[in-house]
């Protein structure tokens, strides 16, 4: 018998134990596998088997927080004797599975290992100069934000900012971003970001589309867009039943065919500068926006932010949309993301705008104050009715373009404006005078599109030079120059068009063209104006971030969101050059790393998830719902079968679930759960059985929302394959199975996989995320495609993308690669154990305190997370919010509030927190609860919990005349417990008045005035 097998078995080269399947799944039991060596010498030893030869930085050892006498500790108060019995009692007989898992190396590799393994990788990426355009260009990140922004775990570890009063960091520099895509647009409302340029346009479309009272079905796009962007707003545009038109608009035929069909119109699109570089008369764009509105429709324009630091803004003729990519502004390529889209709107759209917006409101004192404001969770609230499924946003790479022009400022973005149009002007110019080959369009910022005879010929010869040019057709080829292009460079291009070895360039640049060029003053506010020395912006840098809590400060136990260690030798290799600037349509033969990566990366979340295939293409979990959902759709379509339209959702599930649904095209049936939380198999056989004939499929969470592991899934899965449906089981709590169990043996059809959760990407503040999905052998022919860079799988029944890359947010796949090959194929299921003791652990601890949900009767334990009902302290005037807000005095980020129960809050605190951060926590819940108890006695009125946060402001400026009055101290205010003595995050606000931020809209960084007048 192995005792205290997570004690005394931490990481070994082999499990603990291998999860045996005897028969079926539903008579499979738990086995100890003899072979396995103890946690206990892999922890002390950083092997089973251990050498001289050895090398010792372990991973596993490092990634899970408690050691071996820390788990025979937490099993003693569970009162088990080993976590054999333990994990036997938490997961059902009929779920757990002996399946060993195929990621090599089995006992993984040290993190020096790892490192060696990557950078072999990289080398096979070739760093060939990139100038295919297609909106994704080099740039310079400054040094002193990649060292103190990209790669800092102060900003990269930070969850979204729900929880404004410890996330006031981030707000500002996301507010900076919203102020940035405002100006530069020259629309009043912008958004904190959207998944990338393509995603952003089908929310655009969806936005025209969902506008009208009256549905109108034919959306135009201008024939000169990108062709990734046109290929994604035809896959939205399929579930919608939207018919995209694609026209010139811009020429007198495309306007022609734009009139004849206004009356079905709801929008129209096109892309300023166009994908072939041109810009076209103000005319062309303006009588666009007079026919689109004069039948109430929406005109949206894709642009690009380093070209409207010197091109009129879009609002100029008419736009009510403008979105685009920020990438530019600092973000590196890193093979097609992650990158921040941007969105704006005119002012009667700012409440329908999709994802998040930040707002400015006010703090319980007076002050202003930043939250997130208006539907910031709107699929939430509004189910299958939302209008859009957005629950995250890229706000890593949103705070980096931003504080890419808080660095530059406006005089700095548009010298390099400056200069990336002067060369391309000077390229432009000796190709039409002194070379056979003829530039295509008149007008241009930075991409030229050149008729060279012979495409393939040229783009050899450009290859020979180093460059990689893009090919249009048989005889053309485009390109495009950004800031990383060299004087030097620039000469080596004008000898290739021209063939001249002497190359004279003129002491001064061509200037922009007059009659586009903008004059109205934009980003005058201080912050554009003042950090100019990098010792100003690294001060800046730091004031934001000491304003927030993030995974560098304390644990964040988010039910739900798997707020797990970031590792570091997982994050190094993200700005690596061979993997930071390859270009997601560089050819294939250049990019061998990547493909090693990605191929490998596929074939390991499959066999995780017992699944046949993968795609790493969406860039976000709701992205990979809707993907799943996508493919379903389209399996039963190719079999005559595209009546199936109903999905099958508990009212437990994720709210992105009905959402996504939904933006899928597909119509929403709940089903009940019963009182214990598990899913009601009656109901859900009703339904079924009523909806067989249009049964598409069942959406289902596993282990559940509300945290346990139901023995009733396997029957649930079989009752709608008994009614021809397909099963998608939403991977958001996946880190609670890997190792036990899997979505395929249980006998899904396909998953999503939050790699921003299980797989130790970081929240990044609200993105950058991943939501790959994994299927079975029947769906993988329809999983996406790509127009321009075939993805893995695909075929002529693919769907078509989902996102602008081929490969999604390719440049953070390493993180989720080293992670899988450090833990090793035999010792990722401790990542599963270890959160669950971990849960278990906090449980024991509070059940004498506070009620938890769904962990009577049967359910003695619960999965990887659990519910501490708060609705019981409601008579007495205590909110959950308050319990929330307070917990921020106490140093931490609250768990997840009023999800999935109102009043409630749900606590999952991963596998990486040690037992210290544990009891640190549980301590503090504690003595909330005696706060409570005061109040439940009437020996206080509560005061201290309704006036929480207390930020340092608060504690020092208030009078002591003023203080009196509220029945408790200064010190129980701050420190009331005493490690906050050597250990205190402060909030950097007191409580945010969310009514006053929602009923006085600001969305955009206030003046000097506005912030002088709220101190």
Known sequence: MLRTQLSKALLKSHSVKAWARVGTATTSRFVSDTTSATFRSIYEKGSSTPSPYDGTDSFPRRHLGPTPNNVDEMLQDLKESDLDSFIAKVVPDNVLIRRSLKVEPLKGFTESEMLAELARIAEKNDLVKPLIGKGFYGTIIPPVILRNLLENPGWYTSYTPYQPEVSQGRLESLLNFQTVISDLTGLPVANASLLDESSAAAEAMILSFTSLKS????????????????AVLKSRAHTLSIEVVVADLTTDEGFAALQENKDQLCGAMVQYPATDGSIETFKAYSRIAELVHSVKGLYAVASDLMALTLLHAPSKFGADIVFGSSQRFGVPLGYGGPHAAFFSVVESLQRKIPGRIVGVSKDRLGNNALRLALQTREQHIKRERATSNICTAQALLANIAANYVVYHGIEGLRNISKRIHGFTTLLANSINESSSHKVLNEKWFDTLSVDVGSADEFIAKALSKNFNVFRVNNSTIQLSLDETVTKNELTTLISLFTGSSEVNLPETLPSFYEEWTRQDD?????VFRTHRSETSMLRYLTHLQKKDISLADSMISLGSCTMKLNATVEMMPISWPKFANIHPFAPKDQVKGYTELIVELEKDLADI???????LQPNSGAQGEYTGLSVIAKYF???????RNIVLIPVSAHGTNPASAAMAGLKVVPIKCLKDGSLDLQDLESKASKHAKNLAAMMVTYP?????????????????HNHGGQVYLDGANMNAQVGLTSPGDLGADVCHLNLHKTFAIPHGGGGPGVGPICVKEHLTPFLPSHPIIATTNQTEQSINPVVAAPFGSASILPISYAYIKMMGGSNLQYSSIIAILNANYMVAKLKNHFEILFTGGDAKYCGHEFIIDLRPFKKFGIEAIDVAKRLQDYGFHAPTMSFPIPGTLMVEPTESEYKEELDRFIDSMISIREEIRKVENGETDGAILHNSPHNLKDIISTSDAEWSQRGYTREEAAYPLPFLKEQKTWPTVSRVDDT???????????SVEEVAASQ
């Open 215 to 230: 549905k109108k079905p034919k959306y135009f796009v201008d024939s000169n867009i990108h062709e990734q962007t046109l």
């Open 522 to 526: 934009i980003l005058t506010n201080e």
């Open 609 to 615: 998830t017992g699944f046949h295939s993968t795609t």
């Open 637 to 643: 379509e190719s079999k005559g079968e595209a009546h």
């Open 704 to 720: 559940s929302t509300y945290g346990l592991f139901e023995p009733g899934i396997i029957d649930a899965i079989k009752i709608i």
């Open 996 to 1006: 006053y931020g929602d009923m006085n809209l600001l969305c955009t960084c206030p």
